[in-house]
T-cell receptor, first 115, second 115 residues
Framework: KAGVTQTPRYLIKTRGQQVTLSCSPI?????VSWYQQTPGQGLQFLFE???????NKGNFPGRFSGRQFSNSRSEMNVSTLELGDSALYLC??????????????FGPGTRLTVT | DAKTTQPPSMDCAEGRAANLPCNHS???????VYWYRQIHSQGPQYIIH???NNETNEMASLIITEDRKSSTLILPHATLRDTAVYYC????????????????FGTGTRLTIIP
């Protein structure tokens, strides 16, 4: 079974631009979560989508948004990029079904550099 | 989710058992202990989880104290490929069919396997 895929793997943007990152979960998984990882703040939860609805949201400004499509694929968007948005963005998928084994599977991440 | 405390770093000789401790003194009765690891620049990888009984899988063993206030992840025969940051997370697993898969990562333990 194919793992979680994220595109692109690397991205360089300039301040003020916007960016869209994509995540394809494992087939059959219904929940997609996004995390930001920086050296200073570590791994921080951004938001989770389940059945095309945002179920959970972390403590990030409104410039960070996301969506999920009917096939469970998800995108996250960051508008008006700031230097501090430079980070590894990770996507994780899980079955999210009562009685399932509860683990989440992470993709390789998208490395975003803002200059 | 309950807070966890882990040593910032540990070394272990290759071939020996690596024992990684985690303190979760405020864990509540319905919270599970999960372990993930992150090899440099990759997405976190699920290792194991448990509630109160000791658990073992092909990757590791999880020993949870009787009062559930601490646990130890054991890698029985550490290899160089086990060098990673190990995260102990305490959370309530999915109980419904509606998502809520948020993981709260701490700073973890940086395990270095010495040849």
């Amino acid at each position: 079974k194919a793992g979680v895929t994220q595109t692109p793997r690397y991205l360089i943007k300039t301040r003020g631009q916007q960016v869209t990152l994509s995540c394809s979960p494992i087939s059959g998984h219904r929940s997609v979560s996004w995390y930001q990882q920086t050296p200073g703040q570590g791994l921080q939860f951004l938001f989770e989508y389940f059945s095309e609805t945002q179920r959970n949201k972390g403590n990030f400004p409104g410039r960070f948004s996301g969506r999920q499509f009917s096939n469970s694929r998800s995108e996250m968007n960051v508008s008006t990029l700031e230097l501090g948005d430079s980070a590894l963005y990770l996507c994780a998928s899980s079955l999210a079904k009562k009685g399932s084994s509860y683990e989440q599977y992470f993709g390789p991440g998208t490395r975003l550099t803002v200059t | 989710d309950a807070k966890t405390t882990q040593p910032p770093s540990m070394d272990c000789a290759e071939g020996r058992a690596a024992n990684l401790p985690c303190n979760h003194s405020t864990i509540s009765g319905n919270e599970y202990v999960y372990w993930y690891r992150q090899i440099h620049s990759q997405g976190p990888q699920y290792i194991i989880h448990g509630l109160k009984n000791n658990e073992t899988n092909e990757m590791a063993s999880l020993i949870i104290t009787e009062d559930r206030k601490s646990s130890t992840l054991i890698l029985p025969h550490a290899t160089l490929r086990d060098t990673a940051v190990y995260y102990c997370i305490v959370r309530v697993p999915t109980r419904s069919n509606f998502g809520n898969e948020k993981l709260t990562f701490g700073t973890g333990t940086r395990l270095t396997i010495i040849p």
